[in-house]
């Protein structure tokens, strides 16, 4: 696309997400207020621990957040067009050739009873009906080829339980990519998987990226994956961002002290031997019963020196030399946050 | 060797029969889960045995318990042989080694109580009174940083860092010398991992406990192991103390696990140089002959597909499983 509106743009732009789940216990707000941009060919990661929100987040990108009690309102602009203000048939016919995705559990995100070779083929022609049958065969070896799949003649007419966990997600890979999408969301992609496949297939979709030019965004609760195929990072914590910016100072400079926490919980292959972990106090909190205010501030050692803000007032995002973090702390203690955690 | 074991296993073997052959009458494929395994856990320390799914690292973990019978090789706790303590044996023998699972809420009955659940290692021993049993209890509870006052919650009603502390808290109830912890934090988010990782080092000093701590997250087991025991497909590859393995692994699986290691930091990424190994872990029904790992290995060549290589010490308690260690 080239017009005029597009230029410059960012390819994918959420804004003010927000997604709640009724239940019996009352309304779960697992997304409160997300907003960001992906530019095209990029890589975004999103971080966070369980319940923080972030495939909530990933599956409100393609509309895939089911069942009779989800509220989501805001926007997700692909292109300047809103998803969530799309009939159903225009969203279709966006999922798997604009926007494509890789779950956790290869196994499940594939049909049992129908051969790798087929699925890869109706991927393809979902979006490209009237393909010759033999010219889809033709693209489905291709694929399996190009995801490393060995000797993709005989193995287009096996099932998936022939494969292997790391087989299986080459193939899901395969699928997400036989459309080149735009964007290819992965949501704990190699979550599953041993860390030498993990290796393979992180290997994998950056070689994919940069073949496809597909922009990724990136889900994941492990600040090593993050590190190794990311540019971009945003950390979740109980349905909002709470720190946005690049990697390396994510990593070098953290601002936000949940982020300073969870780095510093992170186990390294370089720590020492019986050093004291350090670990954040407590637990996360319940998406049905939010604390006022600051949702970390209970875990928070910096809240008490706030006087009480934290528990009452919302923090705002402030921007923190190159960094965007969600605190109350004044600017010029965020940016020495980090200085202390070496 | 003249160091101080707590747990010893000999030559310890696991054969799962597999397949439904019975049928046609035909000999049944075997899984190798364990194949000759033997260690030595030195007392007050920490051994982990680490490697990738279907290595047979749980397999061993319930074997070292006697949770399922070994089909050859001894345990030996104490001084004492488990392999061939009978029912009532057992009985005693429970007291002295536990078990701590991965999932703490597939471990814990939902339809009892945390305190129940705690004490029910108590009631089987049969030594306590009911009200000497709740007080020891509350004190268990307190012990592993649980609030004593909600004995009587269920199990739904904790986070999952909380069910592992009231796993950790069962397994402590007897007072046990060795705790075997199968996967303890892996279902754990990071923050609330190095919480459980504390508590259970602050147990160890406190109590001179002695851990065999099954893992696959090699960071984990970098800060909590004394010493490393890593496996492949039913076999030791490499042990040693863990700083020697960690700093010049020799094997190479495991210098191939430790650089897929993703760093959470992106200039030591970047720094970094990793083997990425081809292909998938072989079936243990089928291993392949010679040495195991050779169907993946970067330097196999062809003895290595004739000769299985045995673990062979090459400096001070370092061994090796490899015809052509680096």
Redesign the interface.
């Known amino acids: 696309m080239t017009d005029a509106n597009t230029i410059g743009s960012p390819l994918l732009s959420v804004r003010d997400l927000q997604v709640t789940f009724g239940t019996r216990e009352g309304d779960v707000r697992a997304v409160q207020g997300v907003s960001f941009d992906v530019r095209a060919g990029e890589t975004v990661g999103i971080v966070g621990e369980s319940g923080s929100g972030k495939s909530v987040t990933a599956n409100s990108l393609m509309r895939l957040n089911f069942g009779a009690d989800v509220k989501i309102t805001g926007q997700v602009l692909l292109e300047g067009r809103d998803i969530l203000a799309m009939s159903e048939e225009e969203v279709r016919s966006i999922r798997g050739r604009d926007v494509a995705m890789i779950f956790q559990d290869p196994l499940t995100a594939l049909n049992p009873f129908y051969t790798v070779g087929s699925q890869i083929a109706e991927a393809y022609e979902i979006h490209h009906p009237g393909t010759p049958k033999k010219q889809l065969r033709e693209i489905a070896l291709d694929s399996l080829a190009k995801v490393g799949i060995p000797e993709p003649k005989k193995r287009i007419d096996q099932y998936p339980h022939e494969f292997s966990g790391g087989m299986r997600q080459r193939i899901v890979i395969a699928i997400a990519l036989v459309n080149s999408p735009k964007l290819l969301i992965a949501d704990e992609p190699t979550t599953a998987l041993d860390v030498t496949v993990q290796a393979q297939i992180l290997e994998l979709i950056a070689a994919m990226q940069s073949e496809h030019g597909s922009a990724v965004i990136l889900i994941t609760h492990d600040l090593g994956v993050v590190a190794e195929i990311t540019r971009r990072v945003m950390v979740m914590y109980a349905g909002k961002v709470v720190e946005s910016a690049s990697v390396d100072d994510v990593f070098a400079t953290p601002t936000h002290p949940y982020t300073v926490g969870l780095l510093r919980s992170v186990k390294s292959l370089e720590t020492q031997r019986h050093s004291r972990l350090e670990a954040i106090p407590g637990t996360p909190p319940s998406l049905i019963n939010l604390p006022k205010g600051c949702p970390f501030h209970p875990r928070c050692a910096h809240a008490a020196s706030l006087g009480g803000r934290c528990n009452a007032d919302e923090p705002a995002l402030q921007q923190i030399g190159r960094s965007e973090t969600r605190c109350h702390l004044d600017a010029q203690t965020l940016a020495r946050l980090g200085e202390v955690r070496a | 060797m003249t160091a101080d074991l707590i747990l010893e296993a000999r030559q310890l073997r696991k054969y799962f029969p597999t397949g439904a052959s019975k049928m046609l009458q035909r000999p049944t494929d075997v899984v190798q889960a364990v194949d000759d395994v033997s260690f030595g856990l030195r007392r007050g320390s920490t051994l982990a045995v680490v490697g ?2 279907g290595c047979g690292k749980s397999t061993l973990g319930r074997l070292l318990a006697r949770l399922i019978e070994p089909t050859a090789g001894t345990v030996i706790l104490d001084g004492v042989d488990v392999t061939a303590a009978r029912p009532k044996e057992l009985l005693a023998l429970r007291r002295e080694i536990q078990v701590v699972f991965q999932d703490p809420y597939a471990c814990l009955n939902p339809r009892h109580s945390i305190g129940q659940s705690i004490g029910t290692p108590i009631r089987i021993q049969g030594t306590m009174n009911k009200t000497d049993e709740k007080a020891r209890v509350r004190e268990l509870m307190a012990l592993v940083g649980l609030n004593p006052e909600h004995y009587n919650r269920f199990p739904h009603e904790f ?4 069910r592992q502390r009231a796993g950790i808290a069962r397994a402590l109830a007897l007072q046990p010398k060795v705790i075997v912890a199968d996967e303890p934090v892996s279902a754990l ?7 459980i ?2 508590l259970m ?1 602050s147990l160890q000093q406190d109590f001179g406990l002695s851990y065999v701590f099954i893992a ?5 087991v ?5 010493e490393v025991a890593v496996m492949y497909l039913g076999k030791i590859v490499e042990t040693g103390d ?2 020697t393995v ?1 700093g010049s692994p020799r094997h190479p699986y495991t210098r ?14 970047s720094r970094r140089q ?1 083997i ?2 081809q ?3 072989p079936s243990p029904v089928n291993p392949p002959s010679g040495c195991r790992f050779r169907t993946r290995c970067p330097k196999a060549q062809d003895l290595c597909a004739q000769v299985e290589p045995p673990l062979v010490d090459h400096s001070g308690g370092h061994l090796v499983a490899c015809h052509f260690p680096d």
Not at chain 2, 159 to 162: I, L, N, V
Not at chain 2, 222 to 226: L, S
Request: proline content about 6%; overall charge negative.
């Open positions: 990738e799914s986070s999952g860092g909380q988010d990071v923050s609330i991992q190095s919480q990782l504390n080092e696959h997250d090699l960071a984990v970098r800060h909590i192991a004394d863990t700083n960690y191939a696990l430790l650089s897929a290691v993703p760093e959470p930091d992106p200039k030591a990424s990793r990425v190994l292909g998938d872990v």
